[in-house]
């Protein structure tokens, strides 16, 4: 019963980090200092999972380079990454550790050591 209780607090303690972790890259980087204290999971694992999309959103932006082949995919790829964010961020503010659709479980593996 402990645990629950435990990752109970966990989850609301770290709901606003979560949140902001969403919000622009300057939240990224705010909520990573934030958490960097408390060192609460359920932050840490919605900051992963952020940053595995601003870094898929920096990648979308150099194949957006490429002419009309890169033009095309990045074009698409902005509209999953818009889906993929939304669902994110409605999994931290309703204190779930869902990994966001397509790429979440290969962020949590991609930084699991971070």
């Known amino acids: 019963m402990e645990s629950i209780e435990n990752n109970t607090t ?25 958490n960097n204290d408390k060192k609460n999971a359920f932050a840490a694992y919605h900051i992963k999972q952020s940053l595995g999309l ?30 993929m964010w939304i669902m994110g961020l409605v999994n931290a503010l309703n204190g779930q550790e869902k990994p966001v659709p397509i790429l979440g479980d290969k962020y949590m593996e991609w930084f699991k050591n971070l």
């Open 54 to 83: 601003a870094l898929t959103g920096l990648a979308l932006g150099l194949i957006g380079m490429i002419p009309i082949l890169g033009w095309i995919i990045n074009i698409i790829g902005i509209f999953i990454l818009l889906f």
């Open 10 to 34: 966990q989850v609301s303690e770290g709901k606003t980090i979560a949140a902001v972790a969403y919000l622009t890259l300057i939240g990224l980087i705010i909520a990573f200092v934030m």
